[in-house]
């Protein structure tokens, strides 16, 4: 099926993506997830191929690119190469994004130049021990202290934790006003009170870098806040739909690509003298599979569209990260199934893919939340 949301500039663009990651990442990647982190070579690698900042402003080194498709295809290839895309996907599509419109002129000229070109690697910290899906209850605070804001609190399962440079963190600067007292700021790799905990040992996307961070009177210059003081809450809100659709983006990739390995194993193994993809079980499995991704490649691709018209709403996106990243689940689940015993070997992809796609249902908001807002939205 033709999807007709890709144009020729954009392909030139996947063809880029698919040649430099089979050469910089794909022999390493192994090594990556023994390793539990991605070398920080290929980022700046990344960056002088452009895939880094492609929507940042071409005078801070950027692509200058506001079209959501091309880091869209960067992930989708990033998921056919089956190189981890967490790291890259929080880097590029969230607070390249963040930094990019909220902030100062000289801010983006401190921050975005190392973003595009791989020297600094981001990462966004909002997640804490006592607070995931509601961003209101976070606890880590900011106390205005001269030129300085005083941090204090912890974070956790952050992507990048470990590899970041510059991390954007959600505060408390009004614990009194609740989700209106938040404020965003860029807490700096080598800051005094910021330290990282341990590399968190997941049960998917091993080579992504995830750790807690922690705050003991991080002294952050008030030259670091993004926007103004207690509308953080307001950009989170803003930023949100983008990631969620982001996420979906990469649902919808590894579902298809699951799928197409599916297939192929099915018109490969044979059991009772015949390929499994012949007996009707696994045949109605497989069609039911691949018109369910379909569906939801069709709705994704509205959804993109709807982002780069500016009309996409918090619902729709919230519609596309539920719908897209439990179907992304589902096939797995089923696929592995098919495998049968190698399926559930370690070194099996469908392993792999089993267990990378646990997450999506959770991070960006869980599948509850998102319902939650779509139930919202029909005046419930």
């Known amino acids: 099926m033709k999807?007709?949301?890709?144009?020729?500039?954009?392909?030139?663009?996947?063809?880029?993506?698919?040649?430099?990651?089979?050469?910089e990442a794909v022999p390493h990647h192994e090594r990556w997830e023994q390793e539990g982190i991605v070398?920080?070579?290929?980022?700046r690698k990344a960056g002088k191929a452009g895939l880094l900042g492609i929507g940042v402003p071409v005078e801070y080194g950027g692509g200058g690119e506001e079209d959501f498709r091309y880091p869209a295809v960067f992930s989708e290839e990033l998921i056919r190469a089956r190189v981890t895309a967490p790291g890259f996907v929080a880097h590029n599509d969230v607070v390249a994004s963040y930094?990019?419109?909220?902030?100062?002129?000289?801010?983006?000229?401190r921050w975005l130049p190392g973003l595009c070109s791989?020297?600094?690697?981001?990462?966004?910290?909002?997640?804490?021990?006592?607070?995931?899906?509601?961003?209101?209850?976070?606890?880590?605070?900011?106390?205005?202290?001269?030129?300085?804001?005083?941090?204090?609190?912890?974070?956790?399962?952050?992507?990048?934790?470990e590899n970041a440079d510059v991390v954007l963190v959600a505060v408390k600067t009004a614990p009194d006003r609740g989700g209106q007292g938040i404020s965003l700021l860029v807490v700096e790799r080598d800051t005094p009170g910021f330290s990282r905990g341990r590399r968190m040992a997941k049960l998917g996307w091993q080579a992504s870098d995830t750790c807690e961070l922690f705050f003991s009177d991080c002294r952050v210059p008030v030259a670091n806040l993004v926007g103004k003081e207690n509308a953080g809450m307001a950009y989170l809100m803003a930023g949100l739909p983008r990631e969620r659709l982001s996420i979906a983006v990469v649902a919808v990739a590894a579902a298809e690509r699951i799928l197409a390995d599916a297939l192929e194993y099915a018109r490969s193994r044979k059991a009772f003298g015949q390929p499994i993809g012949s007996f009707q079980h696994n045949r109605f499995l497989?069609?039911?599979?691949?018109?369910?991704?379909?569906?939801?490649?069709?709705?994704?691709?509205?959804?993109?569209?709807?982002?780069?018209?500016?009309?996409?709403?918090?619902?729709?996106?919230?519609?596309?990260?539920?719908?897209?990243?439990?179907?992304?689940?589902?096939?797995?689940?089923?696929c592995l199934q098919l495998y049968g015993g190698y399926g559930y070997l370690k070194e099996s992809p469908?392993?792999?893919?089993?267990?990378?796609?646990?997450?999506?249902?959770?991070?960006?908001?869980?599948?509850?939340?998102?319902k939650e807002l779509i139930g919202r939205s029909l005046g419930l």
């Open 286 to 334: 497989l069609a039911t599979l691949d018109t369910e991704i379909t569906i939801a490649r069709v709705f994704l691709n509205h959804c993109i569209a709807e982002l780069g018209a500016g009309r996409l709403t918090v619902a729709d996106a919230a519609k596309a990260k539920w719908w897209t990243t439990e179907l992304q689940v589902e096939v797995a689940n089923k």
């Open 99 to 109: 930094l990019a419109t909220r902030t100062t002129k000289e801010q983006r000229g």
């Open 39 to 43: 070398d920080r070579a290929v980022w």
């Open 118 to 161: 791989g020297e600094l690697i981001a990462a966004i910290a909002m997640s804490e021990p006592d607070a995931g899906s509601n961003v209101a209850d976070i606890r880590t605070t900011a106390v205005r202290d001269g030129d300085h804001y005083v941090l204090n609190g912890q974070k956790t399962f952050i992507t990048n934790g």
């Open 3 to 23: 999807h007709h949301l890709y144009e020729a500039q954009h392909e030139e663009f996947r063809a880029l993506c698919r040649e430099f990651l089979a050469r």
């Open 350 to 370: 469908i392993s792999r893919e089993w267990a990378n796609s646990r997450v999506q249902t959770i991070y960006g908001g869980t599948t509850e939340i998102m």
